[in-house]
């Protein structure tokens, strides 16, 4: 190719040592994808191009975007056409390394920048480990990790209705009711609860303990609790496989075990008269809510001591009771006398929710996903 360029009278004036240095094959640069052509990221450029002294020594990449290497020891070094700029390759479309931000940039791709702990991953989505904790997964959604660590599917109650043998799901904003399953038999449960392993527990006749599946109603007996009159179970917030309960028969705060079903008394009594009842526990003061119709108010209940300590005086005449604080939105709803309210603790003041038109004496919500009743309407 370069031969062809010259005159037959020049090839006189040659050297040996040059006609050596024509015939050496010319360096090409490697653009990481082995195309060719005019334009082509990473091609060697043209002897056509005048050489002279200036150009002598400088390494000049395919565009600004790859940089120019100054400096280079080859400035002492005189070459022909053939050697005079070198490509380097552009590295453009699979991304660059800027050593001194800490910044990969990917190209198409994303960019991962080590400086603020971002992962850029373009079209899918953000993934920041900063301070906020947020996952972006892009059109997927977004997964806030924050407080709760929790993600809202809708808020709800579920309730036995005794009347009717079913097990219902309310919505908290209407007290709208849907059925969620059939006993299939006469069923006797003051008092149910979910606890922290996620098992639907039922007080059944205020002196059993069963387990009750949320998605068929059947029905696993574990044992006698060794006390009547328990009409108010809940969860034990700080261990899995353990329940509270009280009794309006010995008035006492029980332990309950959700493997024997065997219940031990905490401390030496309540310290006040209960009648009809239901308690709940509560992060907020980790410990019990207990309602105590007996003088329509609302109690807190100590877990060490087992002495129940007066909070307010509700605003609503009490009868039977239901009862129960809800992990996902932390408020504390109450029914009676075929009435769903919402309570506030601080003095007792309660809103209606809405007109259940039958009794109910209880509630319980789930602190974990029922995939059953959470894809219910």
């Known amino acids: 190719m370069y031969a062809s360029t010259l005159r037959p009278s020049s090839l006189l004036s040659l050297s040996c040592a040059t006609l050596l240095l024509c015939a050496a094959p010319l360096a090409c640069s490697d653009d990481g994808g082995g195309s060719t052509g005019d334009g082509a990221d990473g091609t060697a ?36 056409d053939s050697t005079d700029t070198t490509d380097t390759t552009d590295t453009t479309e699979t991304g660059t390394m800027d050593t001194e931000t800490g910044m990969m940039d990917t190209g198409d791709t994303g960019m991962m920048d080590t400086g603020t702990g971002m992962m850029d991953t373009g079209d899918t989505g953000v993934m920041d480990t900063g301070d906020t904790g947020v996952m972006d997964t892009g059109d997927t959604g977004v997964m806030d990790t924050g407080d709760t660590g929790m993600v809202e599917d809708g808020v709800y109650l579920v309730h036995v209705r005794n009347d009717l043998e079913t097990l219902v799901k309310i919505d908290v904003e209407t007290g709208e009711e849907t059925q969620v399953c059939d006993f299939g038999e006469n069923v006797s449960y003051p008092s149910i609860t979910f606890g922290i392993d996620g098992q639907l527990y039922g007080s059944r006749q205020g002196q059993f303990l069963d387990i009750i599946d949320p998605c068929d109603c059947s029905t696993t007996f574990i044992g006698s609790m060794g006390y009547t009159g328990i009409n108010g179970i809940t969860a034990n917030g700080l261990e899995i496989l353990r329940l509270y309960g009280m009794t309006n028969v010995q008035d006492v705060l029980l332990d309950i075990d ?52 007066f909070v307010a005086a509700l605003d609503v005449p009490i009868g039977t009771v239901g009862i129960e ?49 959470d894809d219910l309407p």
């Open 258 to 309: 959700t493997q024997t079903a065997a219940a031990t008394e905490v401390g030496n009594g309540l310290g006040v008269n209960v009648g009809t009842h239901g308690s709940t526990w509560s992060n907020d003061i980790v410990g019990l809510y207990m309602i105590n119709g007996n003088d329509d108010s609302l109690y807190s209940v100590d877990i060490i001591s087992g002495i129940a300590t």
């Open 325 to 373: 604080w809800h992990p996902e939105n932390g408020m504390l709803y109450t029914c009676t006398d075929g009435h769903l309210y919402e309570v506030d603790p601080s003095d007792g003041t309660t809103m209606e929710i809405g007109n259940m038109a039958h009794p109910c004496t209880n509630l319980a919500a789930q602190w974990t996903a029922v995939e059953c009743i």
């Open 45 to 80: 450029e043209s002897a056509d191009t005048e050489s002279t002294d200036d150009e002598v020594g400088t390494s000049e990449s395919n565009g600004e975007e790859s940089g120019t290497n100054e400096g280079s020891s080859s400035e002492s070094m005189d070459t022909t």
